[in-house]
């Protein structure tokens, strides 16, 4: 049988495995240890993919990973779905070979048709193939998620934001003004990693990447935790609500000799892609959340001059917020 037609078939066993386990498409390292862990436990075999290098046009660039079991259940991603195929049909030798090997994939010529299942991403890619063992899951367990979410506030709207960022792979955690049973119950299946508490916001922001965003929907409530929030080191504060409001909590704050000019309020939170329910409003907050730790304005791709990708080693430094008006 041809190649391609092989993988055609490798592809369609991991959409269906994917789908009968309700594996998420993408997440971040939690998922993907997670993932090892229960390979292992179960007896069965499994790999660690990595992007190591990329050249030319690539889904996903260097630091890229993926957990994939000899089931096709799968965490993570290291493509639009053109690679992960030829992982599953490697998988066998890799882990009975005992140890990583790099495998490459250039998809610059016609033979795309091949390894892209006609997708074309048109570039080179060099992944790095690790059996899963105890030394790889350590490996997991040691990466921290890029971005540490704080949803400050605990209303039903709060749910959809915290599900999108685990899907993204961040650390969520809820902050609750007062920490109840149905509030509990409302996130018990949402991936959160922590219910808390104003008192412990200090513990929980990190030095980078954390993003607070607030939304209780109850005017004291949102001052609290700003006086809370603005001595901490948060990257990106977000306020839910019209500009009036903001103003006026940033006002009262002010009077109060609590100030906020060295961390800008997003507010109102998300970008304008003329959201409304809360789940619109959710994924306008969380790409402002993205395009602001990663410095890009958060406009349309096509009018972006340069590269979609930051160059290897260029660092992301965060877009100056509009001023609040």
């Given at each position: 049988m041809p190649l391609n037609r092989q993988l055609s078939g490798v592809h369609d066993s991991l959409v269906a495995a994917d789908s009968a386990r309700g594996s998420p498409a993408v997440s971040g390292p939690d998922g993907l240890a997670r993932l090892a862990r229960e390979v292992l436990a179960s007896g069965r075999r499994g790999l660690l993919a990595e992007i190591v290098e990329v050249q030319g046009?690539?889904?996903?660039?260097?630091?890229?990973?993926?957990?994939?079991?000899?089931?096709?259940?799968?965490?993570?991603?290291?493509?639009?779905?053109?690679?992960?195929?030829?992982?599953?049909?490697?998988?066998?030798?890799?882990?009975?070979?005992?140890?990583?090997?790099?495998?490459?994939?250039?998809?610059?010529?016609?033979?795309?048709?091949?390894?892209?299942?006609?997708?074309?991403?048109?570039?080179?890619?060099?992944?790095?193939?690790?059996?899963?063992?105890?030394?790889?899951?350590?490996?997991?367990?040691?990466?921290?998620?890029?971005?540490?979410?704080?949803?400050?506030?605990?209303?039903?709207?709060?749910?959809?934001?915290?599900?999108?960022?685990?899907?993204?792979?961040?650390?969520?955690?809820?902050?609750a003004a007062r920490s109840t049973p149905v509030a509990r119950r409302r996130f018990a299946q949402t991936g959160v990693a922590a219910f808390a508490v104003p008192d412990d916001l200090p513990d929980l922001v990190r030095r980078q990447g954390t993003a607070a965003v607030v939304m209780t929907h109850n005017f004291f409530d949102d001052l609290d935790l700003l006086r809370r929030l603005a001595p901490l080191p948060v990257a990106y504060l977000a306020l839910l609500g019209p500009r009036h409001r903001a103003e006026r909590l940033v006002n009262t704050l002010s009077q109060e000799g609590v100030g906020l000019a060295a961390l800008p309020i997003h507010a109102p939170a998300g970008l304008d892609i003329g959201a409304d329910s809360p789940e619109e409003i959710a994924l306008a907050i969380a790409a402002e959340v993205q395009a602001f730790l990663a410095g890009r304005a958060g406009g349309s791709l096509r009018e972006r001059k340069g590269p979609i990708h930051a160059a290897e080693g260029e660092p992301k430094r965060p877009a100056a917020p509009a001023a609040l008006a």
């Open positions: 046009s690539h889904y996903r660039r260097e630091g890229a990973r993926m957990v994939l079991a000899e089931d096709g259940e799968s965490a993570g991603a290291i493509s639009g779905g053109c690679l992960e195929a030829d992982l599953l049909r490697r998988l066998s030798e890799v882990c009975a070979g005992g140890r990583s090997v790099d495998v490459a994939y250039d998809m610059r010529d016609s033979e795309d048709l091949i390894w892209g299942l006609g997708l074309g991403c048109d570039g080179r890619v060099v992944v790095k193939l690790s059996p899963l063992d105890k030394s790889t899951v350590a490996l997991l367990e040691s990466m921290a998620p890029s971005v540490s979410l704080l949803v400050c506030g605990s209303g039903p709207d709060a749910v959809p934001l915290v599900r999108l960022g685990f899907l993204l792979g961040w650390s969520v955690s809820v902050v």
